[in-house]
């Protein structure tokens, strides 16, 4: 990951931008602990100067342009930290490790039941999490188990209008914060359809809507300009469903 939603409009910007914008860039580890109004200060603009600068360049605003920033600077400092073997199955053994310590037996038991009882399970996930929701589909599909993949990005936003009773959404997010997500999450809870959702343990706006949750461990889980971001611990919650929905199906 490197810089270049910053300077990919540069000659477009006017003087006073572009020397935001070269601030920025030449002090990166500097401005993910500066607020706008410190670097208005700085450079001797207004605050309004670098809030516009931030949506000129398509972030929500400034916040956003800084936690782009800020995964720029950690994924750096990661690349010039030398892992050992030894370390890299450690980090690995860790995630599995602590999503296996959230686990509740009597969570994951209502959920497997709010499963198998839908009438249909849609399943929702965008981006790097796409691959596993299509393996929970697949192997639902395999247990006889009735769900729909949705892929296309267009029927995720018009699925909320056609949800009906006894139905229910699976979605899957890293961060909890995806916006197409949190969107059929809001519509289909509006509707008082059940939400299951996959996500990590964190304080995000995906487990405050939903009414199932599974949560995994993750080190990081801003997911929007960074999808290199392990989804070991999605992975291990996937499997653990359909572990246990084989199993129910044998007995």
Request: glycine share 4%; net charge neutral.
């Amino acid at each position: 990951m490197d810089l270049s939603k910053l300077t990919e409009r540069y000659s477009e910007l006017t003087g006073l931008e572009k020397k935001i914008i070269e601030y920025i860039m030449t002090n990166s580890e500097k401005v993910i602990h500066l607020t706008a109004n410190e670097i208005a200060e700085k450079l001797y603009v207004s605050k309004t100067s670098v809030i516009n600068l931030s949506k000129k360049l398509g972030f929500d605003g400034y916040s956003e342009l800084r936690y782009y920033v800020k995964d720029y600077v950690q994924n750096k400092k990661k690349k010039d930290q030398i892992l050992s073997f030894q370390d890299i199955l450690g980090n690995i053994h860790g995630e599995v490790s602590k999503t296996l310590a959230l686990q509740s037996e009597k969570n994951i038991k209502a959920i497997v039941e709010k499963i198998l009882n839908s009438k249909m399970l849609y399943i929702v996930a965008r981006g790097a999490s796409e691959p596993i929701a299509d393996l929970l589909s697949s192997r639902l599909a395999l247990l006889k188990v009735k769900s729909i993949l949705i892929r296309d990005p267009n029927l995720i936003d018009v699925l909320g209008e056609g949800l009906g009773e006894g139905e229910t959404i699976f979605v899957m997010s890293l961060s909890g914060e995806t916006e197409k997500i949190l969107n059929i999450t809001k519509a289909a809870r509006a509707r008082s359809i059940d939400v299951i959702a996959l996500t990590s343990f964190s304080n995000n706006s995906l487990q405050k809507l939903a009414n199932y949750n599974m949560f995994c461990f993750a080190d990081d889980t801003e997911t929007k300009y960074n999808d290199l971001i392990s989804r070991i611990g999605l992975h291990t919650l996937t499997h653990i469903l359909i572990t246990y929905i084989d199993m129910h199906r044998k007995e």
